[in-house]
């Protein structure tokens, strides 16, 4: 064993909270390892497949080839295997491939308990974190992944003390007949924040519109990533030894309880070799499925429920985004398929009103799933259209609206519960001859409220926009009122973050309750979902958790 294997700081995972770490420590002057189970990318790479559709969308093939999960809607039920989320495994992780929103979450998401109370069956908590304390960090994310929006805009948003670094991106022909349908209503559209160049910024150009944003790697990297953003900073310091096509498996503990290094299999190596790697600090960002799979696998003598677990929680608390969706047929054209994912979002339904018969709420927007590119439209024909069909001449009708059809989507906060997580499968391995990440995941009574009511909004907002045909429901995989959802590109918990370490895997510093010198940064950490996208409030986190890094070492509480 050498000194080069034996470093100040080895992070897990380069996405969103990875890149953001390593980016903020390698400049604070720490000697940094970064594994990453998936290959290194670039934009060669991702022209290389940027029209391919049925491979990146439909297959998935490009990111996360060999992604293999099972999943069970509860304990009682049998497993069944397959790729249930739509993942990046490559440098830069599943951000590599994001749609780009960047909200902010709103102040009393943070305090879900406090506001509500408790829930028959959910386990809600507050955050250790309130919105004020992390908007300075989300400043600084928005700034420094440069993110278009109109501050001030949503009138709902949290108070901030500084706009957006680029303006909004200009709305396409859809984007407007939705705002002018809401209007009717009495509702109000405001531009989505995007992490996505409207103008040129920081060096990295401005979109071209091409639509192809969720699922894809960028290849001019308009789109603001940790691959185009914190990994190219990390490297310029020369503090950075990035290692991808590395699986980690076991997190290694030494005799007094500290974490102290990584077991790892080099993809690389033609006989799929397991390496280690040293460290003083251990940071995980694997996703909520990865980081708490890979604490569960992480057993000893010391842990023998798995790293970091005292509590039992590690794999506890999952949370996805129910989604519902509208889709509707116009007698003009919508250009669904050009721009961004989405461009415009109203606000009006988001503040939780119990009267409703449900609590909490979510954002609406103008979505493009459904209308992304031509083979899911037609693959989608099925997902609730009155008349498609599979084939005839139903069905090319149904083709030929491609470019005057659009969605109408919602992205709603669902509640916890201890009971929906992720455990290591004890039947299923895969290639590498590693247990798995077993699934379970069920819906509450209070999501289906909450999906029914949001559909009947975006009903009422399409049927203002007079459209020649609506339909909605029965989408797959989304329509949780046939079944819970087995996947999301949104997933958060299992990590939980508390002040009681009974109740709680890490602190609101995000630092291990059990292992001091063990740290996670992504969506594991998030004790509710919110009713937003995560990626900016991941980002926002790993920029206050490095902060705190630093300065504890600066103390000598970090050694």
């Known amino acids: 064993m050498t000194s080069k294997n034996h470093f100040d700081v080895c992070v897990i995972g380069t996405g969103a909270g990875g890149g953001v770490m390593i980016d903020r420590l390698t400049a604070a002057g720490f000697k940094v390892v970064a594994l990453q189970r998936g290959p290194e990318l670039d934009g060669s790479d991702f022209k290389k497949d940027a029209g391919d559709e049925l491979k990146n969308v439909v297959r998935r093939q490009v990111f996360a080839p060999d992604l293999l999960e099972t999943f069970r809607p509860d304990a009682d039920s049998p497993t069944e295997s397959g790729r249930f989320n739509p993942l990046a495994h490559c440098v830069g992780g599943t951000m590599t491939i994001w749609a780009g929103w960047a909200w902010r979450f709103m102040p009393d998401e943070f305090r879900v308990l406090s506001k509500e109370g408790p829930v028959s069956g959910a386990s809600l908590a507050d955050w250790p974190v309130t919105y004020e304390e992390l908007e300075p960090y989300y400043e600084r994310a928005e700034w420094d992944f440069g993110v278009s929006g109109d501050a001030g805009s949503n009138k709902f948003e949290g108070v901030r003390h500084r706009g957006y670094p680029n303006p909004p991106h200009p709305p396409r022909a859809g984007s407007r007949i939705f705002t002018t349908a809401a209007a009717k209503l009495g509702l109000h ?98 996703n909520s499925i990865g980081t708490s799979h890979l604490l569960l696998l992480s057993k000893s003598t010391r842990f023998p429920d798995g790293l970091a677990n005292s509590s039992g929680q590690v794999g506890r608390n999952l949370t996805f985004h129910t989604v519902p969706a509208v889709h509707f047929t116009l007698d003009q054209p919508t250009f669904t398929f050009t721009g961004n994912e989405v461009h415009r979002g109203l606000d009006n339904f988001h503040p939780s009103d119990p009267a409703r018969g449900f609590i909490r709420g979510g954002v609406i927007a103008d979505h493009n799933f459904l209308v992304k590119q031509p083979l899911v439209y037609a693959l989608a024909a099925q997902s609730g259209h009155p008349t498609a069909g599979k084939w005839g001449p139903s069905f090319k009708e149904y083709l030929r609206d491609f470019p005057r059809t659009m969605t109408i989507a919602a992205v709603l906060e669902d509640l916890p519960m201890e009971k929906n997580g992720v455990d290591v499968d004890p039947l299923v391995k895969d290639k590498w ?127």
Request: hydrophobic content about 35%; glycine content about 8%.
């Open 189 to 286: 559209t405001f531009p989505i924040p995007m992490a996505i160049n409207s103008q040129t910024y920081d060096g990295r150009p401005a979109c071209v519109y091409r639509g192809a944003c969720q699922q894809y790697g960028c290849p001019i990297d308009a789109k603001a990533t940790s691959l185009s953003v914190s990994l190219p900073r990390a490297l310029e310091t020369g503090n950075l030894e990035l290692r991808s096509s590395s699986l980690a498996v076991e997190i290694l503990v030494g005799k007094d309880g500290q974490a102290k290094g990584v077991r790892y299999i080099d993809q690389s190596s033609p006989t799929l070799e397991a390496r280690e790697v040293f460290a003083k600090q251990i940071v995980v960002a694997g």
């Open 433 to 559: 001859n590693v247990p798995v990440a077993r699934i379970t995941h069920g819906q509450h009574p209070n999501d289906v409220a909450m999906f029914n009511w949001f559909e009947a909004r975006m009903l009422e907002i399409a049927a203002a926009a007079k459209p020649t045909e609506v339909w909605a429901g029965k989408t797959p995989g989304l329509d949780i009122r046939q079944g819970p959802m087995k996947g999301s590109g949104h997933i958060m918990g299992t990590c939980r973050m508390g002040n009681n370490p009974s109740r709680s895997v890490v602190d609101k510093w995000c630092r291990s309750h059990d292992v001091p010198n063990l740290w996670i940064v992504d969506g594991s950490v998030f004790p509710t979902s919110g009713g937003y996208n995560p990626t900016l409030t991941i980002l926002a986190n790993a920029y206050r958790v490095a902060d705190r890094f630093v300065s504890e070492v600066r103390r000598g509480n970090v050694k």
